[in-house]
């Protein structure tokens, strides 16, 4: 089962069984442009900006960061959240902040949607602040802010845990607002 509807194949941005290096570098430099120069341009045209905005709590950040870029390549699973198992996108989340952080929180993507917090525009979001994605007030989709407009997340059956454009037709079309969960 999916989080999205359709049957649209995103194709990832890579597959690397070692994900190691290419990750934490990934990490360093999303996290380094946090405060500095404006994020690059892809080939297509940005529909926000994505002005660098520096975590609250830059250490607690990057070791997120570094364990859900880690993550990348790991299979989904519907229910999943444990990198033996496989993750769907809630399992993800919950499993990379109580990892990383001893953070515990809600299991389902509606749910982390409601978690007290402050609710983030596009053009503020900071490395480890959650995304969601949905439609008329539904939220079925969930994952990690890293930087650039970029975020890491487990979107479907079949597929693997994998970094994706906010900026994406999908992804856009269904963003449904961010959360702050690192203060």
Not at 25 to 45: N, T, V
């Amino acid at each position: 089962m999916a989080h999205y509807p359709g049957s649209m194949h995103i194709t990832p941005v890579f597959r690397i069984r070692s994900w190691r290096l290419p990750a934490m570098l990934l990490a360093i430099a999303a996290l380094s442009a946090c405060g500095s120069s404006p994020p690059k341009q892809g080939p297509r045209a940005s529909t926000q900006n994505y002005s660098p905005v520096r975590p609250a709590d830059p250490a607690a950040a990057s070791s997120v960061l570094m364990r859900a870029l880690g993550l990348v390549g790991t299979p989904y699973r519907y229910g999943g959240n444990t990198p033996e198992s496989g993750f769907d996108c809630s399992g993800l989340v919950t499993y990379v902040y109580r990892d990383m952080l001893a953070l515990n929180l809600p299991r389902t993507s509606r749910e982390l949607a409601a978690v007290q917090g402050p609710k983030i525009a596009p053009e503020r979001l900071a490395a480890g602040d959650l995304v969601f994605f949905g439609k008329r007030g539904n939220v079925w989709h969930v994952g990690i802010y890293v930087g650039e407009g970029r975020f890491v997340h487990a979107p479907s059956t079949g597929g693997t845990v994998r970094l994706d454009s906010l900026d994406g037709a999908y992804w856009r079309d269904h963003y449904s607002g961010a959360k702050r969960v690192l203060h």
